[in-house]
């Protein structure tokens, strides 16, 4: 690795050692994102894909998407040990014979190319973690979003990407569905956070899918005849009952259901209450 690149100011102290290590590794290793934070806890996923995300815009890190012979989209990543004016991948033979068998995050045996001062890294199709999002047809996933970005001003450590922001969306989404609060849901994911976060998205999902509240029970709201103090039918906001307005025969109809005989009990409370109010005001 030449001084130019362990020396880049351009790039952090991670991702000259991220830079390293892939360089280091044998002709089609394969590693992530993920398995790379798995190696290194106290960076994170976070610190990891914020390193890479350098060597991207330093040009030291390519990403080439392609369709093999069989159809399947494939990623492959070349990683260089300057940075490269131009990139242009070579275009992948189709492989044959029986195939090997393999796990993501291994470090495969093998000699490295010397040959060669390209590394190429196998990763997955970007296309497995792709994010859906839904049409935010009443607000809500607007809102959601909102929510998450707001989750930074409470503890920087909270600060999300805008895929990773997309990806917990649908959650808070669920949650304002079920008629949960803003503080309700900033509650949940900022109580009691540990003292160190490897990754915020797997936090704030993990403790959004563990609280989720049940769906809260929404009551018919009733108001009062203004002569009568009866309730009046669901859905009459004002005015008199259909009894006040001289309409005895759709009582039982325009009722909403209630049962006549409560409603004529209720009446005789209200007019003894206010009986016993009057008296008690004469008294004084």
Known sequence: MPNSAARHRGLSFTARGILVHLLSLPSGAREDVRTLADRNPVVGRKGVQDAVEELIRERYY??????????????????????????????????????VSGRTGTLPSGVKDLGSRTQEISLPSPSSDSVAVAPDEDGRAGEAERILGRLEAVDGRLR?????????????????????????????????????????????????????????????????????????????????????????????VESGGLDLGVVATAARIREAMRARRVVAGGAR
């Open 62 to 99: 390519f990403r080439h998407t392609y369709r093999d012979d069989q159809g399947r989209v494939r990623t492959e990543t070349f990683v260089f040990d300057t940075p490269q004016a131009e990139f242009s991948p070579v275009p992948v033979p189709p492989g044959t014979g029986s195939p």
């Open 160 to 252: 999300l990407s805008r895929r990773q922001t997309q990806s917990v969306t649908p959650l808070v989404t669920q949650w304002l569905q079920r008629g949960a609060t803003v503080a309700e849901i900033t509650d949940a994911v900022t109580q009691g956070l540990p003292e160190r976060i490897y990754s915020a998205a797997k936090l704030v999902t993990d403790r959004l899918t563990r609280k989720l509240p049940a769906p809260r029970r929404s009551w018919e709201s009733y108001v009062d005849c203004a002569e009568c103090r009866n309730p009046l039918p669901v859905g009459q906001a004002s005015g008199i009952c259909a009894r006040c307005a001289g309409l005895s025969a759709p009582v039982a």
